[in-house]
């Protein structure tokens, strides 16, 4: 039986060579094709817009590690209850901290976690941008400007946290699924 990705019923667009290489390369680095691309393949357009902006906010350059991205990622997920994104972050956490015990506390609960007050003050404001969008006012980037931010990281810190809430939306709507080797990978 096929692992279930969705639950809807749509089929996937013919493939350009590039997509079809760019799936080969996810393939090759990561063991697996993540669902979330699959759940994108049925309109190659939407595909290549999801990953453009996926890969410059978590890949691109920002004063921000690609580990603080993940974990604004999960922060996020986790006031949303995305199972998908808390799957598949949890373990990008896991695996770039090389803490499994860390990645854990970052899911359930990042208060939990040791953290810096700069990486505190980052994920507070994560938080409230996602639950209280409306409440964010100056002190809260001056906050961040005081942890050490710098505007440009507080622009990063907004795309990630707003680009999360949106897919965490999008998964919730379709009930996408993890892909099953996630939930062993960095433990």
Known sequence: MAEKITAL?????????????????????LGLVPNVLKAYAFD?????????TYNDLMLGDSG???????????VVSSINHCYYCLTAHGAAVRQLSGDPAFGEMMVMNF???????????????????TEQPAKIV???????????????????????AAFFN??????????MRPNDEYHAMAR
Request: proline content about 1%; charged content about 35%.
């Open 138 to 160: 100056e002190a809260d980037r001056e906050t961040l400007r005081k942890a050490g931010f710098s505007n440009r990281d507080i622009w990063d810190i907004a795309s990630t």
């Open 44 to 52: 190659e357009k939407k595909l290549r817009a999801f990953t453009d």
């Open 111 to 129: 208060r939990a976690a040791d953290l810096s007050d700069k990486q505190r003050a980052m994920l507070e404001f994560a938080v409230k941008l």
């Open 64 to 74: 921000l590690t690609k580990l603080e991205r993940e974990m604004i990622a999960v």
């Open 166 to 175: 949106m897919s965490n939306r999008v998964a919730a709507a379709i009930d």
């Open 9 to 29: 019923d749509l089929p996937q667009a013919e493939l350009s060579e590039a997509t079809q290489a760019y799936f080969a390369k996810c393939e090759e680095k």
